[in-house]
C-alpha cells in the first residue's frame, strides 16, 4: 500500500475526463487500497476519486462517518463506474476538495440522489443517498468529468473561502 500524490488545483490534468472501468480484479483494487489510504493521510476528507492522484478511472471513494457531525451514511463506499440516475431538490453548502486545499466554496447540490456503481467485487451496487453523504458523492463524481467544486460557484467572490488551516474533523 503506498500514499500517492493528490494533484492540486491548477494542474490541468484535474480538467480530464476520466474512463469507465473495464475489468474489476486484483490489480484494481490494489490501486483502490492506495487510493484510500490516500484519502485516509488526507486532513479530514470525506472522499476520494481515482484523477486526484492522476488515474482517469471512474472510481471514487466517499466515507461521511467521518464528518464533525453525524449524517446519515451508508459506511465507507468505493463505487465504480458511478452513475446518478435520479436528482432531487437542492440545497446550498460548504466544499473543500484536497485538491484545493487553500479554500472552500458555496455550492449548489441535489438535496438527495438514487445512484448505481459496481462494487469492489464487480457485482452492480443501488443506493439512495441524502444530504451530506448526496453531497459528497456529487462532488467525487465531478471529479471523473474534470470539474472541481471551483467550477460550480455561482459567484467567486461571495461563495469562495481562505481556510486559515484546513481543519481536520475529528
Ligand atoms: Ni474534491
Not at 490534468?13 to 469507465?20: E, V
Request: glycine content about 8%.
Amino acid at each position: 500500500m503506498a500514499v500517492l500524490e493528490i494533484l492540486t488545483y491548477p494542474d490541468e490534468r484535474l480538467k480530464q475526463a476520466s474512463q469507465p472501468v473495464g475489468t474489476v480484479d486484483e490489480v484494481l483494487r490494489a490501486f483502490i487500497a492506495d487510493l484510500e489510504e490516500t484519502m485516509d493521510a488526507g486532513p479530514g476528507g470525506v472522499g476520494i476519486a481515482a484523477p486526484q492522484v492522476g488515474c482517469f478511472e471512474r472510481i471514487v471513494i466517499v466515507d461521511c462517518t467521518r464528518t464533525r457531525k453525524p449524517v446519515p451514511n451508508h459506511g465507507r463506499l468505493y463505487l465504480i463506474n458511478p452513475e446518478i440516475t435520479k436528482w432531487d431538490g437542492m440545497a446550498v453548502g460548504r466544499e473543500g476538495c484536497m485538491s484545493v486545499p487553500d479554500y472552500t466554496g458555496n455550492v449548489i447540490r441535489a438535496e438527495a440522489v438514487s445512484l448505481k456503481a459496481l462494487d469492489l467485487q464487480g457485482q452492480p451496487l443501488e443506493l439512495r443517498c441524502e444530504g451530506f453523504e448526496a453531497r459528497a458523492i456529487q462532488h467525487e463524481m465531478d471529479h471523473l468529468d474534470g470539474l472541481l467544486f471551483l467550477d460550480r460557484l455561482v459567484s467567486r467572490r461571495n461563495d469562495l473561502f481562505k481556510r486559515k488551516v484546513y481543519q481536520q474533523s475529528k
